[in-house]
């Protein structure tokens, strides 16, 4: 692996960082003062990559809500036996029969 030097803006520019990201940064260098040491390769992208997680998915423009719905119990059984994603299912099913009676615009 190559060794790669940057500056603090250089690695905040490639790795956006969190505010407590940047003070672990910023207190190690300060600890060390010379990073020059060819013993010690700089590990500011190594470092960057660990302390640069994106957590969590994206938000969503629009989320999901969640509602409690009865189902009698052998459609219940109908819609599980659809598999993994039958939620999902029965939300395009009401979608489409929605669109099509003119209760929901698209």
Known sequence: MAIVRMTLKEMQKKYPLTKKALAKIEKACQKESDMTDPDNPDVTELLAKGLARRVGRPKMEFTKEKINIRFDHDV????????????????NIMRKFLVNSGALAR
Not at 76 to 91: C, D, H, P
């Open 76 to 91: 219940a059984i109908a819609l599980r036996s659809l598999g993994r994603g039958w939620s999902t299912e029965v939300n």
